[in-house]
Structures are given as structure tokens and as C-alpha cells.
């Protein structure tokens, strides 16, 4: 049997790892189109605030890790796919067969349409490459114009605010991480970004770079920056584009079935490339997040070996973010549900914030602000989907009191 | 056979001795708040119940870190992070559903029970026999292992 | 070294906090807690100030060895002047708050003045603020904890608070932290309250970590845990009856004072005992008792947590006492039950839970109520004064009603939140209150055993248990058995129990460890801990300093020797034991007292020497 996992990212690493779990045999190859290692873009941020160097953001650290588990690495970029045939086209001209193939690309960022986003100085983060041209950049007291204050906008601010930049941010949404939190919770964070010295500019849009040194950046507002740094960080979509010519199925990423399988049962889908399911509505959608992308990666290598034995239930949308030192989360339908409850505990003077979304009895949903201690119970409650009895009422009185709903719920304690 | 931690809310008098042991184990100091178990008190119901990481067969927290620096301790079956391969992404404290891997602000690292690497110093500390280090298979975790069996329900392939 | 060398100075009439070094020269002579903060009161206050006035200061002190892993390293005390006994006042509890004050980064907290308006302190680590409670005001301790966890939402934060009683000026109203542990007696809660302060709320997460020794700390810790574990009292008695393991023990020698006093013995013992917490109630089948309960670190866990059952005429429709909280000790038992005659267990328990609720003293209040009672039965006070409520002894309903009434400060409850001092003296009867300087007796009768009247007699915070636990030796044979009924060597006794506890009440470990440590016990975890040399020898020549100091106040302000004396009725014939092996006898405080005074050093009025005071470094 040959197994080929395109795509190095986490979602391709821990597919290649599971498949070797399961079957001691058969030939493992991994394609990645980066020269690096696989690594983990996750830690870019924590290069650019030099946490770490860039083998600390190798997603295995040990040596000779893929081969003593008899996985053959190949750096180069898939090209195209022919399904019929079951082969695959590298950019170097050669040609692979499989016999199960699993296309886990991941995602790239998407340039917003203005005038200048080509000029050189203006950079996604999204590669090692990236990094590196960024740290090249962003010097203490140079400034930086981060395009975007998403999900993943505001986890490279703080690198960059480590990294000692005059920042400014635009956002054209009209509060942070409009994707992860209310309009409260979202101006609390901005808030404090802003106290932190750092200039927020939420409803605001760029309309322009201009080529000057340093650059010139326009807002719709009229107002000009001068930028050394221009960072887009206004979202992500599925690397597909080499899937064209293929009679594979893609929507907004590669479509699968609850096994994680293409609408070719030889291919599967795994990690940022892949609309799977999502766990709240049961869509299929491309939640380009860590923790889904390596929970696809494992359910997909199972199906793959062990002929579709696993159901995915669906992931839990979930995001931890620290921004500057205020670290928020959220989980799930955080925005609520029809017919459902809330509790919202808003503290703006502490910057503490804790939302709770419930169906019925059941947890579905959390955003906060300012609260870490055992916050993944929340995802085992809504995964859990725990009736809350009696819990229900004493956490809309007391939302903090997750941890011991949980324990009272699941341990059968009072 | 791996050993497990085996906990006993019944017995519990919620003295806290078990958080100072480990805080001061970990990180030198008489800090609940640093601990890796956590103690419940509910006062309504007069019982404390404590609580630390299973070291679930699943070990979400370790799949999800994107640095590989939560590893397993073969000797021991403990799931460890490594200080200096954790960058602080929370992912795993997200990802656990147990809530039992907790962010140190001061560190910026995770932490988590990590069985004292065998001598699990909660269990000499607690005066009252409710966290006992026996053979993993009695534990009365069982019950929450089963659980995230079911809710994930993709066992296999960490089987 | 395990002070944090930190005080925040809380200025309530300027609405400032500061923070300041600790006096480490002090900490060296004073330890910490009740001496240290006794030292700083005596230094920056006016022993003869209005205590309910601004220029009386209040005290939260910690030990050295509090948040630390010593076996109880959780207590607090508060230390200021007393308005039951225009004494120093030193109140001492366990808890959580203490722990976390220590752990916020605070060995001590100096309140002065008084704040215009209602305000609480708001600690988190080193920032520390005052913060309007006029929307607490005037509620229960219960609901002030309540609303300041639904403020804060962290299940962690821990709070001290005050209730209606103290607000309404009851004089022994209590501090209550964590719902139900208090600094309870001589009415510092009272002093909180005149100071317009409704609540402490503490949250640490810095820790402790500067231990001295750490290897050599974890190790002597280790031992004396082992140690407590193995011991009967420590090991076996408190973690399955708590300190009510003493209910039959004390009555079985005929020194459960009962009806105000009048008799040393009391039928009902069994009924309201430790014993009887465990037994099925015939009205629900369940036992009063839960569980017990520890405080921070402590591995004795003498602690009750208890219920009353639902359809008990006191809780009957009132569902938030249908709950889980702390439940009777010992002395609160006595006080509220055999001292009344009432052999009601829940009733005990829910005039207990009311003294939590709203902050007082279970000691005092339940003698005052048997004073009332003794008053009532003899005709001078009448229905008129408690609106038609029955106040024989014996009545539960009784009971009930005056927890109600002291709780809120409402009707009859405005008399019997004066003490039994002062109502027994409204009433025109000053010798039916049951007290030494004002504030009442604790558990155990001075006619059935010597040591503790001659300790309640010169107690410097007026009757108290506490303040030299002979009960120890004279009862339960530690650390050797002497006989209860003769006062022949007492004073030796005395002496010694009164010098080791306050050593211990600086330390931040628990009194009862000392059923199963003593001193040889005690100084290798602070040597070990702390900066400096501490041997048993100077831990005990400490808790002398601590306790002729404390004697300074006092006689500073205005306390001399007719006031180290008990009550007639137990000091004379006439009053003497009617039943049981003490019949007969009486207190022979009068013969032992000059004695003692010989023991102390102190001169026939009871002031100590100059010679004394010059041997002390005072
Ligand atoms: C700066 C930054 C911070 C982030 N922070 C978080 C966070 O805090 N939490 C979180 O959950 N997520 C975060 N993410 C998102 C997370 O990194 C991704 O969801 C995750 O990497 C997806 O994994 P993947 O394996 O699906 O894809 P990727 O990690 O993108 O890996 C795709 C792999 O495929 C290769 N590839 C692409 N096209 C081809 C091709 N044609 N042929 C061969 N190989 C190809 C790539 O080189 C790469 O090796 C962050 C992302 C970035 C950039
Ligand atoms: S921290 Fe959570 S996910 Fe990790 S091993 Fe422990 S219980 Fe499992
Ligand atoms: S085994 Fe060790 S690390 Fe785990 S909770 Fe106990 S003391 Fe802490
Ligand atoms: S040490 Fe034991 S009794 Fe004390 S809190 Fe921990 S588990 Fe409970």
C-alpha cells in the first residue's frame, strides 16, 4: 500500500504519524512545498517575538524523526491531481501513484483588492519566509501597519509590540476579532490594546499602498501613514487552486464526507484545506484552526487505513488568543443560538469578561476575556453536550463557576 | 504496570495540602494558585472534590500543541510539557477538555500534572488517603476516560 | 525568611492604602500575628481610647508560618481594643483569608480612622483598594460574600465581612471569613463595623516562597504532620467530633457549666454532643453532621459542616438554611445549648448558623441569652421586654427568636446584643452576668476544674478558653495529667499554657496542635521558616513578652487587680457544685491569684516589675 500525504503542515504530520500507528508496512511519503522542516505556522508569532528560534517552531524536534518512522519526505509542490488514475503531479515534472491519498495544503492568505499590495515591504505572515522578511523589517521604533485585527491580526500584534514597532492597526470591522467576540467584548480588547499604546482604527479600511520610503499607506478616512511594514492579515482561503483540472469537488475548500473522504474515495481531506464538518451547526465549513486541522488529520489517517471506521462528529470552532497580555477565548456558537439563553458577566474596569450561550440545558457557546483557569472545560461541556440541571441556573447567576458545573455534571458530585 | 492517580472526593476535608505540595514541588513556592490539582469546594453541598489531569489516554492537550512540547513520560504515563519547547499558545488549555491544563502568566508556559515523575508528591502531602498512586487500570478516572471516548469517539487511533 | 516584610496601612478617614516595610527588629521579639500586631497597637494607639472611636486601630495580623505548608499554617488575628471589654481584644481564625492575605503578599493589615461612608478593602496581590459598599451595607455577612463573589466572579477571592449585628452595635459581634470561620469573641466586629468597614476581600496568587530552610521546613513539617496524624486527640477525636468531642467528656466530670452557671451538669449533654452530630434524626433520617471540614493546610480537620433538616421549626419555609454550612464546635454548643438547658441539636445549629450569617459571638450570645433567661424565670425581665416570647429556660423557640433579634439588632435583641454584662446591669442583677472584665465563659466550670478559673481570671481578654488551655492537662492528660479539683500548682500551669499559646497565637499554626505538639515541636518549623534563632526556649520566653505586653495595655487602660476575678456564684459556698465528682467545691481563684501574680513577676497589684519587664525587653 502507498499512503501519499500532500501537504507538511500539522494536519499532514499527524495523518503521516497515525497511518504509521495503524500500519507498520506500507509506504508513507509527505509532500511539503516549503524547504523547511514541517513546522507549525502557530509559532511564527513566538519567532517573531523571539520566544524561540525557528527549529523551536518545527512541529517534531527530534532527529531523524520521519525517517525512523519510515516517512519519506519530499519537498516540492503538487501541481495537479488525476483521481481516475490515482496519481499526482509534482512541480518538478514527476509523477507519484498512491493508493490512499490525503491532500492537507492548508490554506493561504487572501490579498485584499488595493492598489499597492504587491509593492515590496508590504507582507502577509504566514510562512517561515514571511517571518523572516518581517523581522528583517520591523525594527525597534519602525512603523508597522497591520492590515486587519482578526483572529490572527491580533496574535502577530503582540509580536510585534515585543518587537518594540510604532503599530497601527485597521480593522475594517467595527470592533476586534469581530469573528470571535461581541461588539463589547471586541472594544474591550481594543481598548486595551489602545491603553497599551497601541493605534486601533476599527471601521476603517485601506484604500491604497503607495511607493514611497517609507511606504505611504491611505485609508478611506483620507488620513496617511507612514509605514516601514505593511502586514495584510485580512483572512485565509483553501489551497486548491491545483485541483482544477481534477474532478474532485471544492466549494470554499475541498468538500468531504463525515469520514473525511473527497468525492473520490481514494482522496481525503484534512486541516485548513477541507470544508469539514463543524461540530455546533453541523455545516461543513473551513475553520482554518489548529486543533481541527490535527483532529482531521487523525480521523482521516484512520478511515484511510482502517476503511472509514470513524465517524467525525464534527469540531468545536474554538480560539485562544493573548493579546498583549489579555487573553480571550472563545468556543463554539460563542454569538448564541435560537431559542437559546445567555449569561454575560461584563467587568470593563478589571477587563474581565465571560459569556455563556446555552441550547436548553447545554452549554453551546463561550467568549471571555481575562479568564484561563481550566478553560477547556468549556469545550467538555459543549462537546459533552452535558445536561446542566440545576448547574444551568447557578451559572447564570455565577458563569465562572464552569469548573464546578463540570465536575457536579459529569462526576455526579451535587 | 503504569500507575495512576486515584482520587477520592469523599475522604477529601479540603486542607490544600495537596496544592501546596505541588506548587512547591513545581515552582518553589506555597502557591494554590500555581498548583496542578486544583481543589472544589462546594459549600452548599458540604463536599470538596480534587482534581488534576488524567493523563487521558487521548491526551487532546498533546495533539493540539504545534511545537510537540507536551510528550509522554514512558516510565511513568504522565503527559509532560517541556519548558523550553512550550511557546505559550494556549492551544492545549483550550483543547483539553478536562480543564486541566492551566496558563502560568508569570512563566508564560503551560502547566500540568506531570506525577512528579512517578512520586506524586499531592498524594504524600493529603493527610486523608483521598488521592492515592495505584495501578492505572482501578483508577476512578475510568468513568471520564469513557466519557471522552464517547464524545470524540475517535479512539483508535491513540488505542 | 516567610514574612513578606509588608504591611498595608489602610487609612479609613482619608480613604488611602500604602504599603510599608515591616519592623523586622519587631518581628524578631513578636514573631508575628497576636504578638506583633499587639506590639504595633500598643505603639501607635492610646490604650485608653474610645474603641469604637477613630483613634482605636484595627489589626489583621498573619504568622510567619501562615500559607505555608505547616500543618494549619491558615490563621489570622485581629488585634484592637475591645468595646465588651475596654481591653485588648485578640481574635483568632482559621479559614482561608489569612492564607491568602499572606499569599497577596501582606503580613499584616493596619486599619485607622474611620471612613465617612460604607467601604470594603479590595485586595488583589500588591493593588489594594477601598470601594463604596453602600449597596452592602446593611445585609448579612452571607450575602455581602455572596455579592462580592457575583462582583468579582472568582470562586477564590476571600472574604472577611461583618453583618447586621455588628452594624447595629451589638458589642460582640464577630469578623466572619470564608462564611463560617470568625475572629469571634470580644467584639471585633463591632470595632470593623464603627469603622464604617463592611468587608475585607483578599485575593494572592504570589505565594510564599521565601522559606529559609526549604529542605530542612518540608522535612520538620513532615515529621510533626506525622506526628498530629498519630496522636489520639489530633489523629482520631477532632476530625470525627471536632472540639465537641468534649461534650460528654466535660460533663461526665461535672464541669459543663448549665443554666447560667447555676449547675455544673446538664441532662441534654448527650443530645446536643459530638456523638450525637453523627446519629440518623428522627424528623429526616439524616445526621446533623456532613462532614468535617479543614481550614488552609490543616491536616486535623475538626471543622463541621452540617445541616439542619428541612422541616425543623426554625428553617421551615426558609429554604437558604437548607443547605450545607458550618456547623456547632464545642464552646458554641455549650453556650447556646447546656448554658440554656436546650437539647435541640438543630435548633442549636440554626442559632448557630445565625451567628455566622450576621457576625457574633456564639459564646457570649448564648450566656447572654441564659442570663436573660435566669432574669426572665426570676420575674425581671418580662413579656413586656421580649414581645410575648416565652424566655424560660430550656425553650428553643426562645433561642430562635434571640438569634432573630441579635442578628438584625431588632426588639429584645437591642438588650441582649449589650452582653450579659451590661444587661444584667440594665436589669439591676450586675451578679447574674457570667463574666470576667465584661466578657463571658467559655465551656468549662471553674468549680469542676481549678486552672481554667485562675487562666479565665486573668485572661487579658476577659473569660477565655484560649488564652491558657489547661483543659489540656487538668482533663485530658497533656502534657501530663494534674487534678482538676485541686488548684495546688496552678498557677505553674497557667503560667505555662498562657506563655506557650500566645507564643503559638504569633506563630500562624493553630492552638490545637498542641494537644499533640509542644514547643520542642513547634520552634524547629519556624527556625526552619524564619530569619533568626527560635528554640522552644524563646518561643515560650516570647509568648511571655506577648503577655506582659498585652498586660501593659490593659492596665494602661485602666484594668487593675479587682478586675482579675470571677463572678461570686462561683467563688463562693453558696454557689459551689450541687452535683457530680466536683460537688461541693468552688473556685479557689482568690488563694491561687496572688501566687500567680509571684509566678509572673508582677507586684501585688498585678503590674509586672520593672525587673520583669526589663528581663522581657519591654
Ligand atoms: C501567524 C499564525 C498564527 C496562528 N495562530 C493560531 C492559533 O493561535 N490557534 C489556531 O488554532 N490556529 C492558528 N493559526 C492557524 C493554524 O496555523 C492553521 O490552522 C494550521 O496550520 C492548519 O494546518 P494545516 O496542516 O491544515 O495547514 P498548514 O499548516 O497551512 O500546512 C499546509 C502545508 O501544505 C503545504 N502545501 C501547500 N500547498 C501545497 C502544494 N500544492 N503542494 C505541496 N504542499 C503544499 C505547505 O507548505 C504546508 O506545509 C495560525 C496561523 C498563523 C499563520
Ligand atoms: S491535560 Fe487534559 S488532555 Fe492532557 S492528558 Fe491531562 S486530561 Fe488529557
Ligand atoms: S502528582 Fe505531582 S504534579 Fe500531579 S497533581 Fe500531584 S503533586 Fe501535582
Ligand atoms: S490534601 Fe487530601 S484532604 Fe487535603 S485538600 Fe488535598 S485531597 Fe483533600
Redesign the pocket.
Known amino acids: 500500500m502507498q499512503y501519499i500525504v ?7 504530520v499527524v495523518a503521516c504519524e497515525t497511518i504509521r500507528k495503524l500500519d507498520k508496512e506500507s509506504a508513507i511519503t509527505l ?4 524547504p523547511e522542516p ?1 513546522y ?3 509559532a ?2 513566538y519567532l517573531l517575538s523571539e520566544k524561540i528560534a525557528e527549529q523551536g517552531t518545527f512541529l517534531r524536534k527530534t532527529a531523524g524523526y520521519y525517517e525512523q518512522l519510515n516517512i519519506k519526505l519530499v519537498h ?4 495537479g491531481l488525476n483521481a481516475a488514475d490515482n496519481s499526482l503531479q509534482l512541480d518538478n515534472g514527476e509523477q507519484l501513484k498512491y493508493d490512499r491519498l490525503l491532500l ?4 493561504t492568505p487572501i490579498n485584499p483588492p488595493i492598489p499597492g499590495v504587491d509593492l515590496e515591504g508590504v507582507r502577509h ?2 510562512t517561515l519566509k514571511d517571518a523572516r522578511e518581517i523581522a528583517a523589517r520591523a525594527k525597534t521604533g519602525s512603523s508597522v501597519v497591520l492590515m486587519g485585527a482578526g ?2 491580526g491580533c ?2 500584534l503582540e509580536s510585534l509590540v515585543k518587537r518594540g514597532v510604532k503599530l497601527t492597526v485597521v480593522e475594517r470591522g467595527d470592533r476586534m476579532v469581530p469573528r470571535m467576540m461581541d461588539d463589547t467584548a471586541g472594544n474591550m480588547l481594543k481598548e486595551w490594546c489602545e491603553d497599551k499604546g497601541v493605534r486601533v482604527l476599527t471601521s476603517h479600511s485601506v484604500t491604497a499602498i503607495e511607493k514611497s520610503d517609507p511606504l505611504s499607506v491611505i485609508l478611506d478616512s483620507g488620513e496617511r501613514l507612514h509605514a516601514d511594514l505593511v502586514i495584510s492579515a485580512t483572512g485565509v482561503r483553501s ?1 486548491i487552486d ?1 485541483l482544477q483540472q481534477s474532478e474532485l469537488e471544492t466549494d470554499q475548500g475541498i468538500l468531504v464526507n463525515s469520514f473525511l473522504q473527497t468525492s473520490h474515495p481514494a482522496v481525503y481531506a ?4 477541507a470544508q469539514g464538518r463543524d461540530f455546533s451547526t453541523g455545516e461543513f465549513t473551513v475553520q ?6 490535527v483532529e482531521h ?1 487523525r480521523i482521516a489517517a484512520v478511515n484511510m487505513v482502517q476503511n472509514n471506521c470513524l465517524t467525525h462528529q464534527g469540531s468545536l470552532n474554538m ?3 493573548d493579546t498583549l497580555g489579555l487573553i480571550s477565548s472563545s468556543f463554539g456558537q460563542w454569538m448564541g443560538v435560537d431559542g437559546g439563553d445567555a449569561v454575560c458577566f461584563v467587568d470593563k474596569t478589571r477587563y474581565k469578561y465571560l459569556n455563556l450561550q446555552f441550547k436548553d440545558d447545554v452549554l453551546v457557546g463561550i467568549s471571555s476575556l481575562g479568564h484561563t483557569e481550566n478553560i477547556g472545560v468549556a469545550r467538555g461541556l459543549i462537546r459533552g453536550q452535558l445536561a446542566l440541571g440545576k448547574w444551568k441556573q447557578r451559572l447564570q447567576k455565577n458563569p465562572e463557576r464552569l469548573m464546578e458545573a463540570w465536575l457536579a455534571c459529569s462526576m455526579g458530585i451535587a | 504496570m503504569q500507575k495512576a492517580l486515584l482520587i477520592d472526593p469523599d475522604k477529601c476535608t479540603g486542607c490544600l495540602q495537596c496544592e501546596l505540595a505541588c506548587s512547591y514541588e513545581h515552582e518553589g513556592v506555597f502557591n494554590p494558585s500555581k498548583s496542578r490539582i486544583r481543589v472544589f469546594t462546594f459549600h452548599q453541598e458540604g463536599r470538596f472534590v480534587p482534581y488534576t489531569c488524567t493523563q487521558c489516554s487521548e491526551a487532546w492537550c498533546q495533539q493540539a500543541c ?1 511545537v510537540d512540547a507536551i510528550t509522554l513520560n514512558a516510565d511513568t504515563g504522565a503527559k509532560e510539557v517541556s519548558d523550553s519547547a512550550c511557546v505559550g ?1 494556549k ?1 492545549c488549555t483550550i483543547a483539553c477538555p478536562f480543564g486541566t491544563v492551566n496558563y502560568n502568566q508569570v512563566t508564560g508556559k503551560v502547566i500540568k500534572c506531570d506525577l512528579c515523575g512517578g512520586d506524586p508528591k499531592c498524594v504524600s502531602a493529603c493527610p486523608t488517603q483521598a488521592i492515592v498512586y495505584v495501578d492505572a487500570d482501578q483508577t476512578g478516572y475510568e468513568k471520564m476516560r469513557q466519557w471522552a471516548k464517547e464524545t470524540d469517539n475517535n479512539p483508535a487511533a491513540s488505542a | 525568611m516567610s514574612w513578606t516584610g509588608k504591611i498595608l496601612r489602610v487609612n479609613l478617614t482619608e480613604g488611602t492604602v500604602a504599603a510599608e516595610p515591616l519592623n523586622m527588629q519587631w518581628a524578631q521579639q513578636y514573631l508575628g500575628q497576636r504578638g506583633l500586631a499587639s506590639k504595633y497597637l500598643l505603639e501607635e494607639t492610646d490604650p485608653k481610647c474610645d474603641p469604637l472611636g477613630p483613634d482605636n486601630k484595627m489589626i489583621m495580623a498573619t504568622g510567619p508560618l501562615t500559607g505555608t505548608m505547616a500543618a494549619t499554617g491558615g490563621r489570622y488575628s485581629v488585634v484592637t481594643k475591645s468595646p465588651l471589654t475596654n481591653c485588648i481584644a485578640c481574635s483568632n481564625s482559621g479559614g482561608f483569608i489569612g492564607a491568602e492575605m499572606k499569599h497577596a503578599g501582606w503580613d499584616m493589615i493596619i486599619f485607622e480612622g474611620c471612613s465617612p461612608t460604607p467601604v470594603y478593602l479590595y485586595i488583589e496581590n500588591d493593588q489594594a483598594e477601598l470601594v463604596d459598599a453602600s449597596e452592602i451595607w446593611g445585609t448579612s455577612v452571607w450575602h455581602t460574600d455572596e455579592w462580592l463573589h457575583n462582583k468579582y466572579q472568582d470562586p477564590l477571592l476571600r472574604i472577611s465581612a461583618v453583618g447586621r449585628s455588628a452594624e447595629s452595635g451589638c458589642l460582640y459581634a464577630a469578623i466572619i471569613n470564608d462564611l463560617h470561620r470568625a475572629a469571634g469573641r470580644s467584639g471585633v466586629g463591632t470595632v470593623m463595623a464603627s469603622k464604617n468597614l463592611k468587608a475585607v476581600a483578599v485575593r494572592g496568587t504570589l505565594g510564599v516562597g521565601n522559606i529559609k530552610q526549604p529542605e530542612r521546613f518540608m522535612q520538620v513539617v513532615n515529621e510533626n504532620k506525622a506526628i498530629l496524624a498519630a496522636n489520639p486527640v489530633t489523629g482520631q477525636g477532632l476530625p470525627a467530633y471536632g472540639t465537641q468531642v468534649l461534650m460528654n467528656v466535660i460533663n461526665e466530670i461535672g464541669a459543663l457549666p448549665a443554666k447560667n452557671m447555676q449547675e455544673v451538669q446538664f441532662d441534654g449533654a448527650h443530645d446536643i454532643s459530638g456523638e450525637a452530630m453523627h446519629e440518623p434524626r428522627k424528623s429526616d433520617g439524616k445526621p446533623n453532621l456532613t462532614t468535617n471540614a479543614a481550614c488552609f493546610g490543616c491536616t486535623i480537620a475538626c471543622g463541621r459542616i452540617s445541616t439542619i433538616a428541612q422541616g425543623h421549626f426554625t428553617v421551615e419555609n426558609k429554604a437558604k438554611y437548607w443547605g450545607n454550612s458550618g456547623g456547632l464546635e464545642y464552646e458554641a454548643a455549650w453556650a447556646l445549648g447546656a448554658d440554656t438547658e436546650i437539647n435541640d441539636l438543630d435548633a442549636l445549629t440554626y442559632a448557630n448558623f445565625l451567628c455566622n450569617e450576621d457576625g457574633y459571638d456564639p459564646i457570649t450570645f448564648g450566656s447572654t441569652v441564659a442570663a436573660a433567661m435566669e432574669l426572665y424565670e426570676m420575674g425581671v425581665i418580662t413579656d413586656a421586654q421580649t414581645g410575648g416570647v416565652a424566655f424560660n429556660f430550656g425553650s428553643a423557640e426562645a433561642l430562635a427568636k434571640a438569634a432573630e433579634w441579635v442578628a438584625t439588632g431588632e426588639g429584645f435583641g437591642k438588650d441582649l446584643a449589650l452582653g450579659s454584662k451590661r444587661l444584667c446591669e440594665k436589669y439591676g442583677h450586675p451578679e447574674l452576668s457570667m463574666t470576667v472584665k465584661g466578657q463571658e465563659f467559655p465551656a468549662y466550670d471553674p468549680r469542676g476544674i481549678q486552672g481554667i478559673g485562675l487562666n479565665y481570671a486573668t485572661s487579658n481578654r476577659g473569660a477565655c478558653h484560649v488564652r491558657g488551655y489547661t483543659i489540656a492537662s487538668e482533663v485530658l492528660g497533656v502534657p501530663v495529667k494534674t487534678d482538676p479539683l485541686v488548684s495546688e500548682g496552678k498557677p505553674d500551669l497557667v503560667k505555662a499554657f498562657q506563655d506557650a499559646t500566645a507564643a503559638v497565637d504569633s506563630s500562624g499554626l493553630c492552638l490545637f496542635t498542641t494537644f499533640a505538639w509542644d514547643m520542642t515541636n513547634i520552634a524547629p518549623q519556624i527556625d526552619a521558616a524564619c530569619e533568626g534563632e527560635w528554640t522552644a526556649e524563646k518561643l515560650v520566653e516570647l509568648g511571655e513578652r506577648v503577655w506582659n505586653m498585652e498586660r501593659q495595655y490593659n492596665m494602661q487602660a485602666g484594668i487593675t487587680r479587682a478586675d482579675d476575678t470571677l463572678p461570686e456564684r462561683l467563688k463562693s459556698e453558696e454557689g459551689a457544685a450541687r452535683t457530680g465528682p466536683a460537688k461541693g467545691k468552688f473556685s479557689e481563684v482568690e488563694k491561687m491569684l496572688p501566687e500567680y501574680y509571684e509566678k509572673r513577676g508582677w507586684n501585688e497589684d498585678g503590674a509586672p516589675t520593672d525587673e520583669t519587664l526589663n528581663r522581657l525587653g519591654l
Not at chain 1, 500532500?6 to 499532514?12: E, I, L, R, W
Not at chain 1, 482554518?288 to 486541522?293: E, G, K, L, N
Open positions: 500532500a501537504g507538511a503542515g500539522p494536519a499532514g509532500i511539503g512545498a516549503e514541517p507549525s505556522r502557530m511564527i508569532p516540492n509542490r503538487v501541481t492537507a495544503t492548508g490554506a505572515c504566514w483572529f490572527i496574535i502577530i489551497n491545483f484534512a486541516g485548513d484545506a482554518a484552526i489548529q486543533p481541527t486541522a488529520g480560539n485562544v488568543l | 504545534p499558545c492551544v
